[in-house]
C-alpha cells in the first residue's frame, strides 16, 4: 500500500486549465508525476461517460480542470460540467465507485501554482483513499 | 491502415534532461501503427523540419506526432510542416512532455515512463484523427475600436490611414481620455493638448472613421472577420445634429456639480462639454442632477437654446455595425484614495491624487498652472508626493508596479518648482524606475536642478494637524524618522483597469487578469492580440503604461488589423461538432446548450443542423448528446476513450 502510486486522468480545458498547466511547466513547479492530462477544447465539453470510463477502466482519479466562474472562453461551458459533474457524483455513489475520485478546479492560464498545487493534494488525496475499488473487488 | 511517424525532440536539454529521449524513441518504434520513431536535438529548427519532410515522404507517413512542448508553442509549425509535403496539417499531433512531463517532473525514470505513456495516447488520438479542411469565410473589412483615449485615437487613425472603415466608440461625450487631462508630458514636457487635439480633430474628420461619442457596446456577436455589435447611444438630450455648439446653454444651466473631467476640484453644470476642445465638441445634459429631469422644473438651456437643440424625451437609441475586428482601448482608472486608511481615507481635502494635481499644474487647467490646495486655495509652500500608494503592496492591494508614477512625480515636482520657485517639493519613494528612453536622463536633471528632496521610505501615516497635514515616514537610507508638515500631499495612487471593463471583457468573451487588465494572447510574442481571435489590445487597457508605449501598442494593434483585412477570406477552424444524422433522435438537447446558436432543428426532418461557419467548436453539445449522434471532430468520444485506455489499461 505504501508505494502505492495512483493513476490520475485529467481533462484540461485547452484555454485555461492546460495553459496553466503549462505555466506550471514554465516556472518549473514541481508536482507529483501522477496526473494524465487529456486536453479537450472545454471543460463543458467532458462527457459525464468519459469521467465514468475512466472509472471503470481503473483509474485512481479524475481530474477536470476548466476556465474560471465567467472565464470560460465559451461564455459558460464550465458551469455546464458543473452540473453535470454534480449528477454523476450522486450515480458514483450509488455504483459504489466514491464520488471523491471526482476533483473539479477552476485554473487559469496564469496559475501554474494551483495547478502544481492541486495536483499534489489530490494526488496525496487519493493515495490515503487507496486504489480504485474496481481495480481490487470487480476485477473486470 | 496506420503509418505512423513519432518524431522526439530534445528541445537542447529541456527535454533530454528529463525524459531518455532515446530510450522513448526506441519503445515507441515498436507501437501499434508506428512505422517511424527517431529523435532530434531542435525538431522545431529548418533541420529539423527538413527531416520530418522527408521521412513523411520516404516512409509514406499517414500521420505524424510530434513530442515536444506544448502545442501552444508549436502545433501551427509542425502542421505546416507536414501539409508542406502533402499530409493533411491536422493528422499531425503533438506531445506534449516539456510543460506538462519534463519540466515539472525530476526524476528520469518517472518522467520518462510518463513521456511514453503522452506519446501512446497521442498516438492513439491520431489512429482515429480525421483529415480536415478549414472552412473559408469572408472578411467584413471593417473595425471597431473601443474606447477613444490616446490609444484608441491612434488605431482609429491608422487604420482608416491604410483605408478601411472604423466604428469608434467613446463612452465618454468626446474622445480624448486621460491624456488631455495632463498639464505637460513627460520625458519632453511638451503640452499633451497640443499634440492630441489635432490627431482628435482628424478622427472627427477622417471620412473612414465613423464616431459614435456617448455610446457603449451593449452586445456582441459573431466571430472574426463577421462580427454584429449593437451599440447603445446614451441620450445626450441634446439633438447634436441641430446643436452649433455655441454654449450658451452651459452658461444659462443654474446647477453645480463637481467636474469629472477636473478631477472633482471644480464644479462644472448639468449641462456640459466635456473641455473645450472636445471632439465632438457637443454639450450633454446629466440626467442624474438636470432639475428638469430630476424635479421637472427649470428648462433654462432649453429657452435659450436659439438652434432648438434641446430634447429633453430623447431616449438612448440603438444601432447595429458589422465589423470584422474589435480593438479594444478602454484604458485606466485611478485608484480611489478612499480606500487607503492610513492616508486619509480620502476625506482631507488637501490629499489629492496624481490626476488631480495634473488638472492643477495644467495652464489650462481650473488654476491656470499654478496649484492652489483645494482647502483653502493658498499655495503649497511644502508639497510631499507619496509614490507606490496601492501599487507593489501585495499584502493590502496590488502587486504589480503603476510604471508612470515614478516618472510623472518627477514631472509635477519640476514642474511645481517652475511655478513655486521658493517652494519645496519631498518625495517618498520605494525604488526608482525610469527606464524608458531619455528617462533617466530627466529624472536626474529634476532631481538636481529643482533641488527635489527623495527620501527613500514608506510613509507610515497622515493626519490633518491645524491647516497643514503632518506627514509621518521614514528615511530608510539614514534611518532616520521624518516629520513633515506639509501644505499639500500628492498620492501617486496605482493605475487600475477603467470601471467596467470586466463587464465589458465578459461580452467581448475575451480574457482580463485578476485585476481586469486585458490578457494577450503571448505576452513576448503575441503582446497586442488577445486570445479570442479577432480582438485586439491597445493601451492603458492592457496593463499600465506610458504614452510611447500607448501609441506604439496602438499602431501595433492596428497593423494586426490591416493584415488581417489584407486577405479576402478567412480559414476556420475545422475543429467543430457535426451530427450524424442516422443516429440523430431529434431531442433538441444540442440547440438548448449551445452558446453561439449554431445550431438549428430542422423541424421537417427531426435532426440537428450545425451551422458551420457559427460553431466555435467547444463540444459543449457533443457531451450533451445522449445517442451520441452529435461529435466533436478530432475530439470525439471514441477518440478520448482511446486515449484513456493508453494511460490506464
Ligand atoms: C497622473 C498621471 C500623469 C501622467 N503623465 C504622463 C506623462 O507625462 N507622459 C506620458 O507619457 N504618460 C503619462 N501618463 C500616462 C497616460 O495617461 C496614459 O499612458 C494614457 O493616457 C493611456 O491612454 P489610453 O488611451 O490607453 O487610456 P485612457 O486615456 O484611459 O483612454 C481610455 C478611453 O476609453 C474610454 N472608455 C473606457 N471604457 C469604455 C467602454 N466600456 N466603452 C467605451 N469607451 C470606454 C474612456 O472614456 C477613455 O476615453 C500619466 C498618467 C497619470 C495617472
Ligand atoms: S474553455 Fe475553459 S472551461 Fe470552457
Not at chain 2, 470 to 491: F, H, N, P, Q, Y
Not at chain 2, 616 to 635: R, V
Request: charged content about 25%.
Amino acid at each position: 500500500m505504501d508505494n502505492f502510486e495512483p493513476k490520475i486522468v485529467g481533462f484540461l480545458c485547452n484555454w485555461c486549465t492546460y495553459a496553466g498547466a503549462d505555466t506550471a511547466g514554465t516556472l518549473r513547479i514541481q508536482y507529483p508525476p501522477n496526473i494524465r492530462p487529456i486536453r479537450v477544447m472545454c471543460s463543458g465539453s467532458v462527457d459525464p461517460a468519459y469521467v465514468l470510463w475512466a472509472l471503470l477502466r481503473g483509474a485512481d482519479g479524475v481530474f477536470i480542470g476548466g476556465c474560471r466562474p465567467g472565464d470560460c472562453h465559451y461564455v459558460n461551458g464550465n458551469y455546464k460540467m458543473r452540473r453535470r459533474v454534480t449528477v454523476l457524483r450522486s450515480i458514483l455513489k450509488t455504483l459504489g465507485l466514491g464520488d471523491n475520485r471526482i476533483w473539479v478546479k477552476w485554473v487559469s492560464t496564469s496559475e501554474g501554482k494551483i495547478y502544481a498545487n492541486t495536483m499534489s493534494k489530490m494526488t496525496a488525496y487519493i493515495k490515503e483513499l487507496g486504489p480504485n475499488p474496481i481495480n481490487k473487488y470487480w476485477s473486470i | 491502415m496506420n503509418r505512423i511517424g513519432v518524431f522526439v525532440c530534445h528541445c537542447g536539454l529541456n527535454i533530454a534532461q528529463t525524459v531518455d529521449v532515446e530510450k522513448l524513441a526506441n519503445i515507441i518504434s515498436d507501437y501499434p501503427g508506428v512505422v517511424y520513431a527517431t529523435n532530434y536535438i531542435y525538431m522545431c529548427s529548418d533541420p529539423g523540419q527538413d527531416m520530418i519532410k522527408e521521412i513523411v515522404k520516404e516512409k509514406k507517413l499517414n500521420g505524424v506526432v510530434v513530442a515536444c512542448c506544448s502545442p501552444t508553442m508549436h502545433e501551427t509549425t509542425f502542421r505546416n510542416t507536414v501539409a508542406s509535403v502533402g499530409l493533411n496539417p491536422y493528422r499531425c499531433e503533438i506531445a506534449n512532455i516539456r510543460e506538462q512531463c519534463s519540466w515539472v517532473h525530476k526524476d528520469k525514470k518517472i518522467a520518462t515512463e510518463k513521456a511514453v505513456e503522452i506519446v501512446k495516447a497521442t498516438i492513439e488520438k491520431l489512429k482515429l484523427d480525421k483529415s480536415l479542411i478549414p472552412l473559408s469565410v469572408p472578411i467584413t473589412k471593417r473595425a471597431l475600436v473601443i474606447g477613444g483615449g490616446i490609444a484608441g485615437i491612434q488605431a482609429s487613425l491608422d487604420i482608416a490611414d491604410s483605408g478601411y472603415e472604423v466604428v469608434l466608440v467613446e463612452r465618454n461625450q468626446s474622445i480624448g481620455g486621460h491624456m488631455l487631462q495632463l498639464s505637460e508630458t513627460f520625458p519632453t514636457l511638451d503640452c499633451p493638448q497640443c499634440i492630441a487635439t489635432p490627431k482628435m480633430v482628424q478622427v472627427g474628420q477622417h471620412p473612414k472613421i465613423k464616431l459614435l461619442a456617448y455610446s457603449e457596446v451593449e452586445e456582441v456577436s459573431g466571430y472574426v472577420g463577421n462580427f454584429k455589435v449593437k451599440i447603445r447611444r446614451k441620450a445626450s438630450f441634446v439633438d447634436w445634429n441641430k446643436c452649433t455648439g455655441c454654449g450658451l446653454c452651459v452658461e444659462k444651466c443654474p446647477v453645480r456639480v463637481p467636474s469629472e473631467f477636473n478631477e472633482l476640484l471644480v464644479k462644472r453644470k448639468a449641462i456640459y462639454t466635456l473641455f473645450p476642445q472636445a471632439v465632438p465638441n457637443k454639450p450633454v445634459i446629466d440626467s442624474n442632477n438636470c432639475l428638469y429631469l430630476t424635479k421637472g422644473k427649470c428648462r433654462a438651456c432649453e429657452k435659450n437654446c436659439l438652434a432648438k437643440a434641446i430634447d429633453f424625451n430623447q431616449k438612448d437609441t440603438f444601432v447595429e455595425e458589422d465589423v470584422g475586428a474589435i480593438v479594444v482601448a478602454t484604458g485606466y482608472d485611478l485608484m480611489d484614495k478612499a480606500e487607503i486608511g492610513e492616508y486619509g481615507a480620502g476625506k482631507y481635502k488637501d490629499v489629492i491624487n496624481g490626476l488631480q494635481m495634473e488638472r492643477l499644474l495644467c495652464p489650462s487647467g481650473p488654476t491656470e498652472g499654478i496649484p492652489h490646495r483645494p482647502s483653502d486655495g493658498k499655495i503649497p509652500k511644502e508639497i510631499v508626493f507619496i509614490q507606490c500608494v496601492g501599487s507593489r503592496d501585495p499584502e493590502h492591494y496590488y502587486p504589480y508596479c503603476s510604471k508612470v508614477c515614478c516618472m510623472y512625480v518627477v514631472k509635477q515636482a519640476m514642474l511645481y518648482k517652475n511655478v513655486v520657485p521658493d517652494g519645496q517639493a519631498y518625495v517618498f519613494y520605494m525604488d526608482i524606475r525610469c527606464d524608458g528612453k531619455g528617462y533617466e536622463e530627466f529624472l536626474q536633471k529634476g532631481m538636481e536642478e529643482n533641488k527635489i528632496l527623495y527620501l527613500r521610505g514608506r510613509v507610515s501615516k497622515l493626519f490633518k494637524d491645524g491647516d497643514k497635514i503632518k506627514v509621518w515616514g521614514a528615511d530608510t537610507l539614514t534611518g532616520r524618522k521624518i516629520e513633515i508638515s506639509a501644505d499639500m500631499v500628492v498620492l501617486a495612487m496605482a493605475v487600475v483597469p477603467s470601471k467596467g471593463v470586466k463587464e465589458l471583457a465578459r461580452k467581448l468573451r475575451i480574457t482580463a487578469d485578476d485585476y481586469g487588465f486585458l490578457t494577450e494572447a503571448h505576452p513576448k510574442l503575441r503582446p497586442v492580440e488577445s486570445l479570442t481571435a479577432g480582438y485586439f489590445l491597445a493601451g492603458a487597457a492592457q496593463g499600465p503604461k506610458d504614452i510611447p508605449d500607448v501609441v506604439a501598442q496602438a499602431s501595433g494593434a492596428a497593423s494586426k488589423v490591416d493584415s488581417l483585412f489584407s486577405q479576402d477570406v478567412l480559414y476556420h477552424e475545422p475543429i467543430i461538432a457535426s451530427v450524424d444524422e442516422e443516429v440523430c433522435v431529434g431531442c433538441g438537447n444540442c440547440v438548448d446548450v449551445c452558446a453561439y446558436d449554431a445550431i438549428e432543428l430542422d423541424l421537417r426532418t427531426k435532426k440537428a443542423k450545425v451551422n458551420s461557419a457559427v460553431c466555435e467548436g467547444c463540444g459543449a453539445c457533443c457531451a450533451a448528446c445522449p445517442s451520441g449522434a452529435m461529435q466533436h471532430n478530432n475530439f470525439s468520444k471514441r477518440q478520448i476513450f482511446e486515449m484513456v485506455d493508453a494511460f490506464v489499461r
